[in-house]
């Protein structure tokens, strides 16, 4: 079992927890991610790390209430214990020799791009970060990304920050003024790493995209995770979920995503209804939901 050492509520709908799990805490790199199941009846569900501390031998993971599992972890308390938690799985985003990096988070994305660019920030890159919320009562990480890196750009869908637009628009900025990017890297949305790519296409900045599909098993046998890049297909769980973002097919990659939403929102609906009339009960059989796969 693993023990739950902190809980704690970022925003309404997110949720920051601290696991406790030794042995992947030893080997865990930015980008790799973690299977967890919260007890027999449960769905395994991917969550890539947002911060490691191997000698308190924890795991910093941070996701969104948005599916059947993720509401019922969510409520879960410190005291309590997930079932499974195995990792690490994927591949470590190749950060190596890195010296000028723009780190580029979209909403819950934000949480794994904060442990690339601490990453690329403790091995003395310049590391810009943009990241982008619909409004500021959803701004992520926003100290701990001042501490770990050159400078920080926060945008807002709506303005509310003071800062109104894309991610794109600031990057565009950025190159604009002469930033001399060797890499690009966006954690988000997939229709935003479509435009963070080809933002950077015409200028050859090399750009790394995490991609975050359906998965099951996460170890490459159901092919559920399967993103076509170039003329070929790889399995994101263990190929990925890294890829050259001028590559990835992102409209055939939000094709598949879309095959699942109408489950989701079910699922969804049947899980919401579930953790209402249940409390924080966590023995039950759980409701299956894609929206609970790969979230962060
Ligand atoms: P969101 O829809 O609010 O978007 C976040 C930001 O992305 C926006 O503020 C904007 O700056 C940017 N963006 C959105 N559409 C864009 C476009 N067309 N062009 C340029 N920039 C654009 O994000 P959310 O509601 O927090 O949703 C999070 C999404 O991120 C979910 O779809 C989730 O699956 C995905 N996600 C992906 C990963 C990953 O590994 N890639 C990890 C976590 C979450
Ligand atoms: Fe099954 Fe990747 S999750 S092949």
């Not at 991917?46 to 209430?65: H, K, R, V, W």
């Not at 214990?81 to 890195?98: H, M």
């Not at 890196?149 to 794109?168: A, P």
């Not at 599909?213 to 790889?234: A, H, Q, S």
Request: charged share 25%.
């Amino acid at each position: 079992m693993y023990a739950i050492e902190k809980v704690e509520a970022l925003n309404a709908e997110v949720t920051r927890m601290v696991v406790h799990a030794p042995a992947i805490a030893r080997k865990i790199k930015p980008g790799q991610f973690i299977m967890l199941r919260i007890d027999e009846q449960g769905e395994r569900i991917p969550l890539t790390m947002n911060s490691c501390d191997p000698e308190a031998g924890t795991i910093t993971i941070i996701f969104q209430a948005v599916g059947a599992t993720t509401m019922r972890l969510a409520q879960m308390r410190v005291g309590d214990a997930l079932l499974d938690f195995a990792g690490p799985l994927g591949k470590p985003t190749e950060l190596e020799g890195v010296k000028r990096a723009c780190v580029i988070g979209g909403g819950l994305g934000t949480a794994i791009a904060y442990s690339q660019a601490k990453w690329l920030h403790d091995h003395g890159a310049e590391v810009d970060v943009i990241t982008g919320f619909r409004n500021v009562d959803l701004v992520l990480l926003e100290d701990e990304i001042n501490e770990n890196s050159t400078r920080q750009i926060i945008m807002t869908d709506d303005g509310s920050n003071g800062n109104k637009g894309l991610v794109t628009a600031a990057l565009q900025q950025c190159i604009d003024e002469g930033a001399d990017y060797d890499l690009v890297l966006a954690v988000g949305p997939v229709i935003m790493m479509k435009f963070v790519a080809a933002t950077t296409k015409p200028y050859g900045i090399k750009t790394l995209v995490s991609m975050n599909p359906l998965m099951i098993d996460g170890t490459g046998m159901c092919g559920g995770c399967r993103v076509k890049v170039g003329d070929e297909y790889f399995h994101a769980c263990v190929d990925g979920p890294d890829f050259d973002g001028h590559l990835v097919d992102y409209d055939d990659a939000m094709r598949r995503g879309v095959m699942y939403r109408s489950f989701e929102s079910s699922a969804r609906e049947a899980a919401a209804g579930k953790v209402a009339s249940e409390g924080r009960t966590c023995g039950d059989a759980a409701v299956s939901s894609g929206d609970d796969h790969k979230e962060a």
